[in-house]
């Protein structure tokens, strides 16, 4: 029923403002792309007039940038092991007798 | 002397000294990028190496501070992606990562449409461990070439066409990667983390 209802609803949407209002499927993927290459105007025109009325689609943006910032973030960690330095600094002794 | 980052007033004596120093910046910032913990080790100690040897080309002998080691460990961490895509390849950048999530007028299923998330704070850095905790665990169980793309983009900010010289994808193929990428992740980080914290729609 609800299926049927917003079926509905994105035909009307679609009849009233052409092949400009994209697909939530065209719309998301012009979302993602809009991260890695400069959108042009109709584009994005398109996706702004879509997610005025798709709430989901909105929340899909905005999810990707959280997701984005998210995978910036550093992991807190523990430090090295100081026996994992020691062996690091052991590295580089060895590479100073090796190249005198 | 007081320990500082700062390298003007700092001249390790020893390789333990500056080992001390810097190590576990590096280790951070290394551990963040590669899956696993021997990986980041190993390209961690190629950098404090190649920035041990660069310090008989100082005239004072000093070696080279953190802003230095940061951007030959972005190198080796390049480096590395490159390895992992030559080895394993691009595996099938047009695989489909998640269910189909669209109905037949592309508009999303309702099983599948985005909740609304509750994102903490950046002062909530608990709440934002546990999630950058649980990215890790979805992009593990992405196709490793879709989890490097995604890293290289995201988190490196390499431009698409370095991506492309270091994958050999077209850049259609990429882009469907990417979102496919994202996709998969934005949908695991739903399921995995936002959908537990009882967020409704």
Known sequence: MKVALRSLFVRIVTALFGRGVGSCMEVNRLVSEGRDRPLSRKERLSMRLHNLLCIECQRYERQLNILGKIACEEKSLPPLPEEAKRRLAEALRRDDERRP | ?201
Request: with cysteine; glycine share 4%.
């Open chain 2, 1 to 201: 002397m007081p320990k500082t980052t700062k390298d003007s007033d700092m001249t390790p004596a020893s390789p333990d000294d500056w080992v001390n120093l810097h190590a576990d910046a590096l280790f951070r910032i290394a551990r963040s990028r590669v899956s696993g913990e021997h990986e980041a080790r190993d390209i961690v100690q190629e950098t404090l190496i190649a920035g041990w040897r660069a310090r008989r080309e100082q005239p004072d002998g000093a070696p080279p501070g953190l802003p230095w080691l940061r951007t030959v460990l972005k190198n080796k961490l390049a480096d590395h992606y490159r390895r992992v895509f030559r080895e394993r390849g691009v595996g099938d950048p047009m695989a489909n990562l998640t269910p189909q999530e669209y109905d037949h007028v592309e508009h999303w299923d309702d099983a599948f449409s985005p909740r609304k998330w509750k994102e903490p704070s950046e002062s909530d850095s608990r709440a934002r461990l546990e999630i950058r905790e649980t990215l890790d665990l979805c992009m593990a169980k992405l196709p490793v070439a879709h989890a490097r793309a995604f890293m290289l983009r995201e988190v490196e900010s390499l431009e698409t066409e370095e991506i492309r010289q270091l994958t050999g994808l077209s850049e259609s193929n990429l882009f469907v990667m990417l979102h496919r990428a994202r996709s998969a992740l934005r949908r695991c980080l739903e399921e995995n983390h936002f959908a537990r914290k009882g967020s409704n729609r």
